[in-house]
């Protein structure tokens, strides 16, 4: 049984194109692997594109206590959307405890409030009041014209 040069070569290149092959179809799988990916990440770009172009047209409105010095204190409002917030109206309960009422009838309904503007009462805690404070805000903007939401500012 002699085994010829061809032969050798033969089978040379039998094994060569068997590791090629499976070369070839390791990389198809890898292929297909970026390709899903690429796909997933495509699909969670337009969502998050849909998402934002969506809020552009929203204003976000909060509410917080700041203090200035030892003794004065304000309930700033601010939107912190990309939307300006119109007829922005606020219920507070309890407002006669620590704000003055006609400083809320002075200021509110606020006509529009500008993306990152703001707006502050005056509060005057005192020792018998409340620490927290239940706010509603209510405004329209160019997504809706029932916006509302419900901060816990606390002292």
Avoid at 99 to 124: C, D, G, N, R, Y
Avoid at 126 to 150: F, I, P, Q, Y
């Amino acid at each position: 049984m002699t085994v010829s040069l061809e032969a050798i070569f033969a089978g040379l290149a039998f094994l060569l194109s068997c590791y090629a092959t499976f070369v070839t179809v390791r990389f198809n799988h890898r292929q297909k692997a970026l390709i899903e990916s690429q796909e997933q990440l495509n699909a969670m770009l337009l969502r998050q594109g849909q998402q934002e172009a969506s809020n552009a047209g929203r204003a976000d409105l909060g509410a917080t206590f700041v203090k200035l010095g030892s003794s004065k204190v304000r309930l700033k409002i601010w939107n912190k959307g990309k939307a300006p917030a119109r007829n922005v109206r606020i219920e507070i309960a309890d407002a006669s405890d620590i704000f003055i009422p006609s400083e809320i009838a002075e200021k509110f309904p606020l006509e529009t409030l500008e993306q990152h503007q703001s707006v502050e009462l005056i509060a005057s805690p005192h020792m018998g009041s409340k620490l927290k404070h239940a706010v509603r805000l209510m405004w329209e903007d160019d997504c809706s014209s029932d916006n509302d939401k419900t901060v816990y500012p606390t002292l």
